[in-house]
T-cell receptor, first 110, second 113 residues
């Protein structure tokens, strides 16, 4: 079951904040976040394994609400380098494969 | 460590032909997953191999197949190509289990004419 990401696209000015959501209709075991720049391979950002877990590095963080079966990615004081397409990947309990959403395109303007 | 490598990087085929794509995982990684990426569809899971065995399979027709060798290198084959098979095919390797971080290769861009 492919997770649903929202919004599909967002345009921000440098320094503004953004939130990207990822929802699943199935109980989740883990949520993965990746960023892909145009013409490049997706790059791992972070993985959340426990309900309620929040992780972050630099000014990018994420939360995982196991009960609501959703995760949110927070980008604070966005930089030009944050531009790209963000994918969430979800894994269900007992299933080793990761299913990715369709992605959220983020464009940062100077 | 060297990253995930995929060959060839670009491929042009015609309808009805078949194609084989190759993926070499990061040294020590035993799990290899394949994804198809098309505009608007994101990354669609094809299959995952671990220790030469297919462990998971996505919802793709039987024309898509794969295998993994004892050195963890993996190949993906698509037979009887269709125009809709044009896509970027990405492979990702991870340590023993799929829930670990996936490291993606640069992909193979397949164009079917």
């Amino acid at each position: 079951q492919q997770p649903v990401q929202s919004p599909q696209a967002v345009i921000l000015r440098e320094g503004e904040d953004a939130v990207i959501n990822c929802s699943s209709s199935k109980a989740l075991y883990s949520v993965h976040w990746y960023r892909q720049k145009h013409g490049e391979a997706p790059v791992f950002l972070m993985i959340l394994l426990k309900g309620g877990e929040q992780k972050g590095h630099d000014k990018i963080s994420a939360s995982f609400n196991e009960k609501k079966q959703q995760s949110s990615l927070y980008l604070t004081a966005s930089q030009l380098s944050y531009s790209g397409t963000y994918f969430c990947g979800t894994e269900q309990r007992g299933d080793d494969k990761i299913i990715f959403g369709k992605g959220t395109r983020l464009h940062i303007l100077p | 460590k060297a990253g995930v490598t995929q060959t060839p990087r670009y491929l042009i085929k015609t309808r009805g032909q078949q194609v084989t794509l190759s993926c070499s995982p990061i040294s020590g990684h035993r799990s290899v997953s394949w994804y198809q990426q098309t505009p608007g569809q994101g990354l669609q899971f094809l299959f995952e191999y671990f220790s030469e065995t297919q462990r998971n399979k996505g919802n793709f027709p039987g024309r898509f197949s794969g295998r993994q060798f004892s050195n963890s290198r993996s190949e993906m084959n698509v037979s009887t190509l269709e125009l809709g098979d044009s896509a970027l095919y990405l492979c990702a390797s991870s340590a023993p289990f799929g829930s670990d971080t996936q490291y993606f290769g640069p992909g193979t861009r397949l164009t079917v004419l």
